[in-house]
């Protein structure tokens, strides 16, 4: 169960960058982007997880050495680096929308004034 | 008080601004007369350099419409002034004035900064002729960078191997260093840094077959095709006296250690060896090669010179 | 240390964040409370991290600060702290003084653009950022920084969005910087996985005793990760295509600041988490040894920062834009801190930290120059600029200074670092007999001058040489944009001459703060704690150098040569003396003040921008044309340059491991 969530997240992650380089939509990239995204949040969950716990939340009257529940600190990590990637993807999104007001292509290839 | 009065002696006659001046002069001269008897030809007189900085000193300066004012005449002076520092902390032989307080790198960036203010007061003058002269001056600059890098590496790898760092980069260590176990040029090893750094030497003052940044006959003397008056003078002069600093570097650096015991005698001996070395590494080529192209002078340093100081480095680096 | 000084450090992140806050409040309507109210968070933040100058710096105290008073309860680090040393101070120091002179530079060179209060709530939000990420003490709480940074440095370059390839430059940066943070978040992840903690400092005290390669994959991750902060190799393209099109105030925190949380991260990194870990496993044999000393990660972190330093210096030979030029020597010298960091030396630390603090001063200068030339011509373009020096004298004078500076030219602060870089990879070639360092010195010393050229090439492209008449109209800047500028220009020279000052009052104490890992985990968990886990008490190691550099006395010798030079000019030349007015000057009847033209009329003639260095370009044409076409400006091909950074780290590890 755990090594299929590493397999997917490994599989997302690389997908992902796959996307980013050999795609030259705008949009292509930024869902490349989001993959990533995806990918190492999972991964993250994951390292928290312990597969049979319960939610962790008790009263610290509950807590005891026995009690076994899932990592609650991967979780939080999680939700920070979810809203995190969701401006990320609202920031490329409205940075595509101008590039294309400005360029008149969603070509990555076309949008290269800037090099050497 | 004593001490005040000694660093003015230091700084105004010797090894300071006088004596540099002198000796640079009379190396200078000693160079026009030499290449015109390997010519054929008479020569000027040997006092030629100074008599032509005088004539420019009794010349109006004029700064052209274009120039910057200020840098254009303060570049000349600055110039001048650096130089002089370097003579400073050039031991000559075991006498060495300030030789602590400055190393290797240091006079190799101070050397620079000689260099850079010719390059700012060309740039200041405006001309086109200087804009070509100094972007030459800057191509000559990198091309012997490196050749005396390494060969500053590889003397500091000499001298330095027995002490606890390894290297060092003090002049003050190498020459002691010379004075208990010989001359760097009497090590094999060291022999072909040595040959680079007399290669180094006509292309750092500019010398004949290495004066791309002053071609007359391409580019009207380049960096200083717009100065006249007591400002070219001086560049002039700082020219000559790089001739001696150089030669000067070179003693210190590979014929280090042959003290006489007395500051006198060292600074003779080092006048003679500086005739010899200007004779070998200048007056020769200029007598008999023409002028390199700028590429070409790159392309040379760059392979040839750095091959050869390389080889050193790397001998040294095996400890032979 | 008064006790309220432990509040200080998370103060001064927040008094920048709120002030963020405020002026996108209130600020849309009035500009003067506005400006005040980001200036007063400037200057809060900047007075409160002057005051841990004493206790941190001076006394060697270190500050932790638990967020909401959650401090460790049964050895576990849970809390979000901040850990302040001597390391994290300095680099503090850094941020604050370049906000400082950004902001105040900003207020005066913004003035033509609109919707500002955008500009200064993010410009207020990114300096918060990276107080924060050098300040924190726990590793998840610097990837949040590194992603508002990342975030707001990539609006700010884009605000100028009508500005050719603003929006370009962005998004590059924008997707490539991503690939990075994701690189630092698995890192984070693999490392949680592990250790079951983000506190740097427990992890620095419970990784040396953890033997696990999962871990050391993090280190790569992070190390990546961070990197690409910095914009090391191969993702310098990024930086260059930011620098260029962003506010110059901008480009100084870009260059400044952004680069420097990428090197301390590796620092921190590198020096006091993995210090005790035994990276190489097959010098398994020193069992406790400084990590710097297995010879893989030296080689791998000094490789990378020769790389960088020497591509980036030969890319700026390439440039037409002032800013791109700039952009790449700034990675050039970043390419310096992380070669010296990499010797993993006292001295190569105390040398890279010196550099990195005079990267963001001179390189701030400069960047500042380039902003002046930009709104005062409205032009960045080398080839088309030239003969500024009449016209804007100050800034003309400042950008010397700066470029002196970067040139590594003696009196100034570039020459102070730079040599000590040379000592550093010198006596490490010659304390380990390796070729290796020899190179490296080499490589930085012909970086020096090869620097060197680029700055003369701007100098005379710029501001000497003949004026376009384009630009005839042009006038010097306002006070406003030049005092930030002589503030920096002061630093310049300040440092430049007395650099055993600046070694013996901020150098030394980062560079031993940054290598106590026993004090950095006992300041946070408690006494003791380090020896709990068997980390080796801290070991000072003493600094010799194997040359000698007096500034001082050289330019007392200096002056008074060019004293005696200036008297005897003046003795020998009572009617002699150049009688030139300026009137003259204007008066174009007389033809000998004009251009030496080889006898001809002469005509505007600008030697400039590609014209310089021939001959030095063509021998190396097939290089530059190679390179230019590498820097393609493609944005895949940009993130497969870091994916590949990414995969080569990767490999690397499994190979040594």
């Known amino acids: 169960m755990i090594f299929t969530n590493y397999l997917v997240c490994f599989f997302l992650v690389v997908l992902g960058i796959y996307c980013m380089v050999s795609q030259k939509n705008l949009f292509k990239i ?87 | 008080m004593t001490n005040l009065l000694w660093t003015m002696f230091h700084v105004l006659v010797f090894p300071g601004v006088l004596f540099c001046v002198v000796i640079g002069v009379l190396l200078a001269g000693l160079d026009r007369k030499l290449v015109a008897r390997m010519q054929n030809r008479v020569g000027p007189p040997l006092l030629q350099p100074w008599y032509d900085f005088l004539k420019c000193c009794g010349k109006e300066t004029i700064i052209p419409r274009h120039a910057r004012r200020s840098l254009f005449l303060a570049a000349p002076v600055l110039g001048f002034a650096a130089l002089i520092t370097v003579a400073l902390f050039v031991p000559v032989l075991s006498c060495s004035t300030y030789s602590t307080s400055a190393d290797l790198v240091v006079i190799l960036y101070l050397l620079t900064v000689v260099g850079v203010s010719m390059i700012v007061g060309a740039a200041a003058s405006g001309s086109p002729f200087a804009g070509v002269g100094l972007s030459r001056e800057m191509v000559a600059m990198i091309s012997y960078e490196l050749p005396f890098v390494l060969v500053i590496l590889a003397v500091g790898r000499m001298a330095g191997a027995t002490t606890p760092l390894g290297v060092t980069f003090s002049l003050q260590a190498i020459v002691d260093w010379q004075a208990a176990n010989g001359s760097m040029l009497f090590h094999w090893s060291m022999i072909p840094a040595a040959l680079a750094m007399l290669f180094v030497i006509p292309c750092e003052i500019g010398m004949h077959p290495f004066d791309i940044a002053e071609a007359e006959t391409e580019i009207c003397e380049g960096t200083l095709a717009e100065y006249s008056g007591p400002p070219a003078g001086l560049f002039r002069l700082t020219h000559c006296v790089k001739m001696y600093i150089m030669c000067a570097l070179f003693c210190a650096m590979f014929l280090g250690g042959i003290s006489t015991g007395y500051a006198a005698l060292d600074a003779l001996v080092v006048v003679v060896l500086s005739v010899v070395i200007t004779f070998v590494t200048m007056s020769v080529p200029h007598a008999v090669c023409a002028r390199f192209k700028v590429e070409q002078v790159f392309k040379f340093y760059w392979t040839v010179v750095a091959g050869l100081a390389l080889i050193s480095l790397i001998l040294v680096w095996l400890g032979l | 240390m008064y006790d309220f000084m432990y509040h200080f450090p998370v103060l001064a992140i927040m008094v920048l964040f709120l002030g963020a806050f405020i002026a996108s409040l209130v600020g849309r309507r009035n500009a003067v409370i506005r400006n005040a109210v980001v200036l007063i968070a400037m200057v809060t933040s900047l007075v409160l991290i002057l005051s841990l100058v004493k206790p941190i710096l001076l006394e060697g105290q270190t500050i932790t600060y638990w967020l ?14 901040l850990e302040v040393d001597a390391l994290s101070l300095f680099f503090a120091l850094i941020v604050v003084v370049a906000v400082f002179v950004s902001g105040v530079y900003s207020f005066f060179y913004m003035d033509r653009d609109d919707s500002l209060v955008n500009y200064y709530t993010l410009f207020s939000m990114l300096s918060g950022s990276v107080l924060g990420l050098v300040l924190s003490g726990d590793l998840f709480n610097m990837f949040v920084m590194i992603e508002i940074m990342t975030f707001t440095a990539v609006a700010l370059t884009a605000f100028r969005n009508t500005y050719e390839g603003a929006l370009e430059g962005a998004f590059k940066y924008l997707v490539v910087g991503s690939l990075g943070s994701t690189s630092v978040l698995i890192g984070i992840a693999l490392i949680y996985s592990q250790m079951h903690t983000l506190n740097l400092a427990q992890l620095a005290a419970m990784l040396p005793g953890y033997d696990s390669p999962v871990t050391i994959i993090a280190f790569a991750f992070l190390f990546v990760g961070f990197g690409s902060k910095a914009f090391l190799f191969p993702f310098h393209p990024l930086a260059a295509d930011a620098h260029a099109v962003a506010p110059a105030s901008i480009s100084l925190m870009i260059s400044g600041v952004l680069t420097k949380c990428g090197v301390y991260g590796i620092i921190r990194l590198a020096y006091t988490v993995y210090q005790n870990v035994d990276v190489n496993v097959m010098n398994a044999l020193k069992s406790v040894c400084n990590p710097m000393n297995a010879n893989f990660v030296q080689y791998f972190i000094t490789g990378v920062g020769v790389v960088t330093m020497f591509i980036c210096v030969t890319m700026a030979f390439n440039q037409h834009n002032f800013k791109r030029l700039l952009a790449f020597h700034s990675i050039s010298q970043v390419g310096y801190v992380i070669t010296v960091i990499g010797l993993g030396s006292a001295l190569g630390l105390s040398a890279g930290l010196f550099h990195a603090m005079n990267h963001t001063i001179f390189k701030g200068l400069l960047f500042l120059t380039a902003g002046a030339v930009q709104h005062a011509t409205g032009s960045l373009d080398l080839d088309e600029l030239g003969g500024l020096s009449k016209k804007m004298p100050g800034t003309c004078a400042l950008f010397l200074i700066g470029a002196a500076s970067i040139s590594g030219l003696p009196p100034f602060n570039g020459f102070a670092s ?109 006494q003791g704690y380090a020896a709990s886990f068997s980390i080796p008490s801290f070991q000072p190691q003493s600094i010799f150098l194997s040359g000698a550099w007096q500034p001082v006395m050289w330019l007392l010798l200096l002056v008074s040569v060019t004293l005696a030079v200036c008297i005897v000019a003046l003795l020998g030349s009572d009617d002699k003396a150049p009688a030139i007015s300026e009137t003259n000057t204007d008066t174009p009847a007389d033809p000998k003040y004009e251009s030496f033209f080889s006898g001809e009329a002469s005509v505007y003639s600008q030697v400039g921008g590609s014209d310089l260095f021939w001959g030095f370009k063509h021998n190396w044409r097939h290089y530059f044309s190679f390179m230019h076409n590498w820097h393609s400006g493609v944005v895949n091909d940009y993130t497969l340059y870091g994916a590949a950074a990414i995969a080569v780290a990767l490999v690397l590890c499994v190979i040594f491991l």
């Open chain 3, 418 to 526: 730079k040599w000590m870089i040379y000592q550093a990879a010198f006596q490490k070639a010659g304390e380990t007999g390796n070729f290796f360092f020899v190179v490296v010195c080499v490589a930085a010393l012909i970086t020096s001058v090869l620097t060197l050229a680029s700055f003369i090439k701007v100098a005379q492209s710029v501001f000497f040489g003949q004026l376009n008449p384009k630009f005839a109209k042009t006038r010097e800047v306002s006070l406003g944009m030049r005092i930030p500028m002589w503030i920096l220009a002061i630093l310049c020279v300040v440092t430049g001459l007395f650099p055993d000052k600046v070694q013996q009052w901020l150098l030394a104490p980062a560079t031993s703060a940054a290598m106590n890992a026993a004090g950095y985990i006992d300041a946070a968990m408690g």
């Open chain 3, 68 to 81: 909401s008073n959650w401090e460790p309860v049964g050895d576990w680090a849970i809390g979000i702290s």
């Open chain 1, 30 to 116: 930024a869902v490349g982007m989001g993959l990533v995204d995806y990918g190492v949040n999972l991964l993250i969950v994951s390292v928290g997880f312990h597969d049979g716990g319960t939610a962790p939340i008790f009263n610290i009257s509950e807590l005891t050495r026995s009690s076994f529940f899932v990592d609650p600190i991967p979780q939080a990590l999680t939700l920070t680096s979810i809203v995190i990637g969701a401006c990320t993807t609202a920031m490329t999104l409205c940075l595509i929308i101008m590039l294309y007001k400005q360029y008149g292509t969603l070509q990555s290839d076309e949008i290269r004034r800037l090099r050497g």
